[in-house]
């Protein structure tokens, strides 16, 4: 008798029963069906044999001595899968001003499904996605750089995983709310203060005044999320403001307006 695994992914461990008189033991392989080959001659009555391609393997034992031989033991197939031998090619967008992008990588013989990774601001590696997509779509990322390996499989194992590739995501402001206007003082001599909500990834603003004087002008570009300024206008005056950040500049708020009936 002879003892063979029903799937391998390379190393095959055979085993066969002793023989009395037997003094050698041979071993023949047979690949997809073809033509037997010797591949085992000793006095031991077990070997592992390496299969290097996916394919239907058979094995045929027999016991010999200084008489000739016996008959064959002839095992079941034994169906070899050979692992991915190559990593994947990764393909990673360098940045992104919102937080969605898509990864993706070539194809590799062999692999049945893909198996992705992600690094964020360099901790450790979290599965993602592992399926036969040859890409993956982030969404909803948040400031930070994200890193991505991934690697081929299939039913005998996985190959080696693919360089990393890494996004650096800076997210681009969302629009602010419209600002609140009040004014203080004398109603000849008003100072106007506009304020409003900071916004998330923002580092500073851009608060634009439009009157009937001077016309359309950015009063403010820092940090602070207040204005005030003595404004001696008669008419409407208009406030909207921006939030930027590195990765630039949100929308304009929606206008707020105050009227002053002020100055000369």
């Known amino acids: ?14 085993n066969w029963a002793a023989s009395a008189t037997a003094t050698i033991y041979g071993l023949d392989q047979s690949v997809n069906g073809g033509a037997w080959a010797q591949v085992y ?12 391609s996916s394919g239907s393997y058979s094995y045929r034992a027999y016991a010999c001595n200084a008489s000739g031989c016996n008959g064959y033991a ?3 197939a034994v169906a070899v899968t050979i692992p991915p031998a190559s990593a994947p090619s990764l393909s990673v967008p360098a940045s992104s001003n919102s937080g969605s992008y898509t990864v993706s990588w070539g194809g590799v013989s062999g692999a049945t499904s893909y198996t992705l990774q992600e690094q964020v ?6 599965t ?20 991505y390996h991934v690697q081929a499989c299939n039913a005998g194992g996985c190959g080696p995983w693919s360089g990393t590739g890494t996004i650096i995501v800076a997210l681009i402001p969302a629009a602010p709310a419209a600002p609140n206007i009040s004014s203080s003082g004398v109603y000849w001599k008003p100072v106007v203060l506009v304020s409003w909500t900071a916004v ?64 000369p």
Not at 1 to 14: E, F, H, K, R, Y
Not at 128 to 147: D, E, L, P, R
């Open 74 to 76: 002839t095992s079941g």
């Open 121 to 126: 601001n360099g901790g450790g590696w979290t």
């Open 200 to 263: 998330p990834n923002a580092t500073s603003y851009q608060l634009e005044q439009t009157d009937p004087v001077n016309g359309v002008n950015i009063v403010s570009g820092g940090s602070a999320t207040s204005w005030s300024q003595l404004i001696l206008i008669n008419g409407t005056v208009q406030f909207r403001v921006m939030a930027c950040s590195s990765a630039g500049c949100s929308a304009f708020s929606g206008y707020r307006s105050i009227t002053l009936h002020s100055g």
């Open 41 to 52: 001659a000793n006095s031991a009555t077990s070997t592992t044999v390496t299969a290097t």
């Open 1 to 14: 008798s002879i003892s063979v695994p029903a799937t391998s992914n390379g190393p095959i461990a055979i």
């Open 128 to 147: 993602v996605q592992a399926n036969g997509s040859a890409s993956w779509g982030a969404s909803g990322k948040g400031n930070g750089t994200y890193g």
